[in-house]
C-alpha cells in the first residue's frame, strides 16, 4: 500500500501564497506521475499540476504562470507554490500518484486539503 500525506492548505487573501506539500509512503517500488488535483464544489475534479511519467510537467492553463510544482524523488515527495491566489482556487486539493508498489501499478489519493481564497 501507499500513503499520502498532504500539508500546507488554509485560507488566505486573494493575491496571497501558499505551500502544499506530500508525502509518499509505503511499499513503494517506483513512482511514475505524481502531482495535484482539486475539486471546487459542484465541479469535478480537476489537474492542476503534475509530474507525468516521462518527467515533465503539466500545468492547468488556469494556473500557469502562478503555480510551481516540484519534487524531492529522494523522499518520494511533491510541493505545489501557489501565487497570486485567486478566489477561483478556493477547492480541496488533492496529492495523486501513480505508483508500483507490491508489483502492482494503480494510482492513489490524499485525503485532501482544504485551500480556500477570500476576496
Known amino acids: 500500500q501507499v500513503q499520502l500525506v498532504e500539508s500546507g492548505g488554509g485560507l488566505v487573501q486573494t493575491g496571497g501564497s501558499l505551500r502544499l506539500s506530500c508525502a509518499a509512503s509505503?511499499?513503494?517500488?517506483?513512482?511514475?506521475?505524481m502531482g495535484w488535483y482539486r475539486q471546487a464544489p459542484g465541479a469535478q475534479r480537476e489537474l492542476v499540476a503534475v509530474f507525468t511519467s516521462a518527467g515533465r510537467t503539466n500545468y492547468a492553463d488556469s494556473v500557469k504562470g502562478r503555480f510551481t510544482i516540484s519534487r524531492d524523488n529522494a523522499k518520494n515527495t511533491v510541493h505545489l507554490q501557489m501565487n497570486s491566489l485567486k478566489p477561483e482556487d478556493t477547492a480541496v486539493y488533492y496529492c495523486?500518484?501513480?505508483?508500483?508498489?507490491?508489483?502492482?501499478?494503480?494510482?492513489?489519493w490524499g485525503q485532501g486539503t482544504q485551500v480556500t481564497v477570500s476576496s
Open positions: 495523486n500518484c501513480n505508483a508500483n508498489a507490491n508489483s502492482r501499478i494503480r494510482d492513489y
Open positions: 509505503g511499499s513503494i517500488f517506483s513512482i511514475n506521475a
